[in-house]
């Protein structure tokens, strides 16, 4: 609700700080915090500028030209609990006032996201907006917004920031710090790809695809993480045995496991694994919160959980996105993360679509999968097949590990006990996992030479500054470590 401190920016912490001579950016300044419910505070200079308009055209222009920091009166009360910083004053002789620079200067903005606003007679709006942007280099920015008096007015503001609310929203899905715990919602409300209104199902029409968070112990290292789905023929998830259950096995291995509840009928399979590349994006953004290696993301699906897990191997990986699916999704920064896996866990289950398994070698040769784990019991119905994908996966040159259960029926889950192969899986995950640190061993020997400045890729590759696309990257700096948004 507007006004309503917290209703904006995943509710987090909003300061208005602003600068004004004749009181326009003021109000504007005001209006912003109508709107968002935030903290104001005024920047006002220790010697007040001149009160007349040409003496202090003058003092403001003999600031620029000499590049000075003009000293300010006060400092902001509390500055480490604000994330959303709105910086606005006039537009100066064609930039910004250089008072402003003096606030950049005097605080730390790493971590915050600024939000540049200006008032301005006629010109140099967006050279001001800009200016300061360059002005907060160590921050995230969010759309300015630069008006001229006569058109301050709430609701103007209020357009600005709800589509800037938006924009936080999809840079920081979910919140900006990943939860170690919790339910990360997978979208965006209104840019769903493949959303239906009104489905009919045990979800219900409001179902937002989200995955479940349970992670190791902040004194634990862990191996890596591994997005469940739990299976139910695209009807139902069946979240306990196939879900929970596997969780509370994993984690205690070592694993940061996602329970992806993806969509089910009516919804198609591919709408599902949609939700499912979506969550390992998610995942693989956010690996430095999760303190993991990018790479070390495992899949584990259960019959029709691993039948999704398949389709996104065999189709979602790398950058397609929701526009596969629905041209009328928007894509935004989560999906410039490539989707990736190490390993899959193919438990009672294949590559192939509901019942039918999907053999043809070429293909699967072709899809580049990673390594597999299948288990499955004798008394399944479908052994014959799992047996024939599995094979078909071996020869299309994929390791394979097989275990199987003897007498063992269909949906088994854990089969309630780490022996019946959570075990095996784990001696199957720990190498590959392990051989995959090689990304950031190397990103922490670069570090240990102190190299100013370098990025990297989130698979651990140094990347040009100059060769940057739109993207998520890991920036080194000293022994300082950022994530950064292109
Ligand atoms: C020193 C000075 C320089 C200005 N330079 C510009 C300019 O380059 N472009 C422009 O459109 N307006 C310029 N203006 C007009 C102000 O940007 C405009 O009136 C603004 O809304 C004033 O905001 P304030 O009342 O918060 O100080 C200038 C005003 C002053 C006092």
């Not at 600068?19 to 300044?29: C, E, H, L, V, Y």
């Not at 007349?52 to 509390?78: F, G």
């Not at 001001?128 to 969010?142: F, G, K, S, W």
């Not at 390594?371 to 799992?386: I, L, S, V």
Request: glycine share 10%.
């Amino acid at each position: 609700m507007p006004g309503d401190s917290g209703a904006y920016f995943n509710g987090k912490k909003v300061l208005v700080a602003y600068f004004s001579w004749g009181g326009t950016t003021r109000r504007m300044a005001q209006a912003i915090q109508t709107v968002t419910g935030g903290d104001i505070f005024e920047i006002e200079p220790v010697v007040p500028y001149p009160t007349s308009y040409t003496p202090c055209t003058e003092v403001a222009l003999e600031e620029r030209d000499n590049d000075a920091r003009p000293a300010i009166k006060d400092k902001v009360a509390d500055w480490n609990k604000y994330d959303i910083i709105f910086i606005g004053g006039p537009v100066w002789w064609h930039t910004a006032p250089m008072i402003l620079h003096t606030f950049a200067e005097s605080y730390d903005f790493e971590g915050k996201t600024v939000v540049p606003f200006t008032t301005y007679a006629s010109t140099y709006r967006d050279e001001t907006l800009q200016a300061i942007v360059d002005m907060t280099p160590d921050a995230e920015h969010l759309e300015g917004l630069g008006l001229t008096s006569g058109s301050i007015n709430e609701s103007r503001i209020q357009t600005w920031i709800d589509l800037i609310n938006e924009q936080y929203g999809s840079l920081n899905p979910g919140g900006a710090t990943a939860p170690m715990e919790g339910t990360v919602e997978l979208w965006q409300r209104g840019n769903i790809p493949g959303f239906r209104e009104n489905v009919n199902n045990s979800d219900g029409p409001d179902f937002m695809p989200n995955m479940l968070v349970y992670t190791v112990p902040e004194n634990v290292q862990p191996k890596g993480a591994v997005m469940i789905c739990p299976g139910g023929a695209f009807a139902f998830r069946s979240i306990q045995n196939e879900g929970y259950d596997i969780a509370d096995m994993l984690v205690p291995m070592g694993y940061q496991c996602f329970i992806v509840n993806y969509r089910i009928n009516p919804y198609s399979m591919q709408a599902s694994a949609t939700d499912l590349q979506r969550a390992i994006r998610y995942v693989k953004a956010h690996a430095e919160n999760y303190r993991i290696n990018p790479d070390n993301i495992a899949l584990v699906g259960f019959s029709a959980g691993g039948i999704l897990n398949g389709e996104v191997l065999l189709n979602w990986r790398n950058l397609t996105n929701g526009t596969a699916l629905d041209n009328s999704y928007r894509p935004d920064e989560l999906d410039n993360v490539p989707v990736s896996a190490c390993a899959v866990g193919m438990i009672y289950s294949f590559y192939g679509r509901l019942s039918v398994s999907m053999n043809d070698v070429e293909t699967l040769r072709a899809a580049n999968l990673p390594p597999a784990f299948y288990c499955w019991g004798t008394r399944d119905g479908f052994a014959g097949q799992f047996t024939q994908n599995s094979n078909a996966v071996k020869e299309a040159g994929v390791r394979v590990e097989t275990k199987v259960l003897e007498g063992y029926p269909h949906g088994y889950g854990s089969g309630g006990n780490a022996s019946i192969w959570g075990n095996d899986f784990d001696a199957f995950l720990t190498p590959i996992m392990r051989g995959n640190s090689t990304a950031i061993n190397t990103i922490n020997a670069d570090m240990a030479t102190n190299t100013p400045e370098t990025y990297y890729d989130l698979n651990g590759r140094v990347v040009s500054p100059d060769t940057i696309v739109k993207g998520v990257y890991i920036v080194k700096s000293g022994n300082k470590t950022t994530k950064i948004i292109k």
